[in-house]
């Protein structure tokens, strides 16, 4: 399991999701501390590619060894893409929470919502 | 005062006393509203003595009819097929008949192992990947299924076949009103469901469709073109089976169902007055999150020995709470012991004799019903246990006329219809027998019509 870390180009949210932007679409995961929480993660249940998403709204599971969780937008839109390569290896969402462990890619219908998401730093302050 | 009752009438004056209230018609008066009070006392006969008690509950008893008091043909989902005495000694063997569900499972390795045992044979029987531990009896399965359905897509309809047991529609019914799902029944047509009627019911808002095979009728009903017509909606599709069956019939797993239940009653359970019984819940590896109940999987230990644990258990209630699958999680283990010992007894060779046997003997006592005058077949459809007539007199007269000469011929249907179950147990000479009855019975209702017109 990685070390822990929050890049600084990410955007968080408390539901300990990121979005990482990419202009009208950002790419959605969880974040180290979700991941070290859930523990080792077994399943990824994803939404359809084509469905919409709600910010604060729960779109997709994860399953660990302990406990089956809701996965909370950080911003609204509709999937574009999701990480099918989850399917046979969940494990990546522990590995390489930023990277293989992606989840989604939206195409965002409110660019604006990003105001109400935090950077890395006030993020991490904000863990226990 | 009862004498199993501890409230003496100074303990009830005490209390009474100490709340400052004079009797218990004023406490009531004060606390319960009105409207909600019987206003009289319950209408319940005076109590009895002992040995009144013991006499009236004898006599009632023996007005019991088990089938060993009488030639019975009663089925339509429960069956009186042979249960060997190696079933009963393993229920007995106290490790099994005497602990209730053990809350740290992997402590329990033989009680975990004829869960996965069970699991094996039931997705054997069904060609299906995936078997919960069991779930309480057949249409509770059915609801079950239901269920796994709503929480795998949501939608609001559920397309149903006439031909499903009616307990099962109405236990689905029940639990579909409580998530708003709304139940759309399919008629039959020759004792199948109407294929045409079928895939018009079917439509985006479509969750599940259910059928059942055989059908309440008896008659095997085409699964493959059923589930077909229901692939292309992404509805679940869900087969109720009879398991006795699936040793001639072509197993739901190879005929695109989804997911496959069914009463476990048949496999090495008695009729026991209608239960305890269990209920086998098989599903593709697609909807493995979705099942309620327990499942047993196999494991290596910290040595690599062979080991068995609860598995998935992250979609049950006690750890997802409001989200979990079901909020059973119980297994009727003992039952699906029954059934798992019945499965090993018979065999692979035997389970097909088995329908092979049940095949040949419904056939016969199809043919030498429908031979009597005033008896035609309901549906010509091909059976496999259990068939449907129709009489040209009334079949409740039928019956008692029949019952007079020890003989059972089956369940009475609407509009003087027979349904008629076949099990190893009864003979050729008893299904003789049979149709000699029947054939005096109505022979003697036609004749006491004619007499009175």
Redesign the interface.
């Known amino acids: 399991m990685a070390d822990a870390s929050y890049p600084d180009d990410l955007l968080y949210h408390t539901e300990h999701d990121w979005a990482r932007l990419d202009g009208d679409t950002a790419t959605f995961g969880v974040t180290w501390y979700a991941q070290d929480s859930l523990g080792e993660i077994v399943f990824f249940d994803p939404p359809e590619v084509g469905s919409t998403v709600t910010k604060d709204e729960p779109y997709a599971e994860v399953e660990s060894v302990k406990a089956v969780s809701d996965v909370y937008a950080p911003l609204s839109g509709e999937i574009v893409e999701v990480n099918t390569g989850l399917g046979d290896a969940p494990e990546a969402i522990n590995d390489d929470p930023y990277g293989e462990g992606w989840l989604v890619k939206v195409r965002l219908s409110d660019p604006s919502e990003t105001d109400e998401l935090m950077d890395a730093a006030a993020y991490t302050s904000s863990l226990p | 005062m009862s004498r199993y009752t501890a409230v003496t009438e100074t303990d009830l004056k005490e209390m009474l006393a100490e709340i400052g209230v004079a009797s218990l018609d004023e406490l009531f008066d004060a606390q319960v509203p009105a409207g909600v009070r019987l206003g009289r006392e319950l209408d319940l006969p005076p109590g009895l003595p002992e040995q009144d008690v013991y006499a009236h509950l004898r006599e009632l008893a023996a007005r019991n009819v088990s089938v060993e008091d009488e030639l019975s043909f009663l089925g339509a989902g429960m069956y009186d097929h042979y249960v060997p005495s190696l079933i009963d000694m393993l229920m007995e063997r106290s490790e099994f008949l005497t602990p209730y569900t053990p809350y740290q499972p992997e402590i329990s390795q033989g009680g975990l192992q004829v869960m996965f045992e069970y699991q094996t044979a039931i997705c054997e029987l069904t060609a299906l990947p995936v078997s919960n531990a069991s779930v309480y009896e057949g249409p509770s399965a059915v609801a079950a299924a239901g269920y796994l359905a709503k929480l795998a897509n949501g939608r609001p309809r559920f397309v149903v076949s006439a031909g499903l047991h009616p307990h099962a529609r109405e236990t689905l019914r029940t639990m579909a009103h409580g998530y708003g799902a709304e139940l759309v029944e399919v008629p039959l047509r020759d004792g199948v469901t109407d294929p045409d009627a079928w895939a018009g019911a079917i439509d985006e808002r479509t969750g599940a469709v259910f059928f059942q095979n055989p059908n309440f009728y008896g008659a095997v009903e085409d699964a493959e073109a059923l589930a077909g017509a229901a692939k292309e909606s992404g509805a679940v599709v869900i087969g109720s089976y009879d398991a006795i069956t699936l040793g001639v019939l072509k197993p739901p797993g190879e005929c695109g169902v989804d997911v496959a239940v069914g009463e476990g009653q048949p496999l090495g359970n008695r009729l026991d007055f209608g239960g305890p019984s269990f209920g086998w819940f098989a599903a593709t590896e697609a909807y493995q999150?979705r099942m309620p109940g327990r499942i047993a999987g196999e494991t290596r230990d910290v040595d690599g020995r062979r080991g068995f644990v609860l598995t998935l258990q992250?979609?049950e209630q006690h750890?997802?709470r409001e989200?979990a699958t079901s909020n059973i999680c119980t297994a009727q283990a003992l039952n699906a012991l029954g059934g798992v010992a019945y499965l090993t007894w018979l065999g692979r060779a035997g389970i097909v004799e088995l329908g092979e046997l049940l095949l040949a003997r419904t056939a016969y006592a199809r043919d030498a019903l429908c031979a009597l005058d005033g008896v035609e077949a309901l549906h010509t459809q091909p059976v496999i246990r259990e068939f449907a007539v129709r009489l040209d007199a009334p079949v409740a007269r039928v019956l008692a006329r029949c019952r007079e000469q020890g003989v059972n011929p089956g369940l009475p249907l609407d509009d003087d219809g027979l349904l008629v179950a076949i099990t190893e147990r009864r003979t050729r000479a008893d299904i003789d027998r049979l149709a000699e009855t029947v054939g005096a019975a109505v022979a003697a209702e036609r004749e006491a019509v004619g007499a009175r017109a």
């Open positions: 999150r992250t979609r750890i997802r989200k």
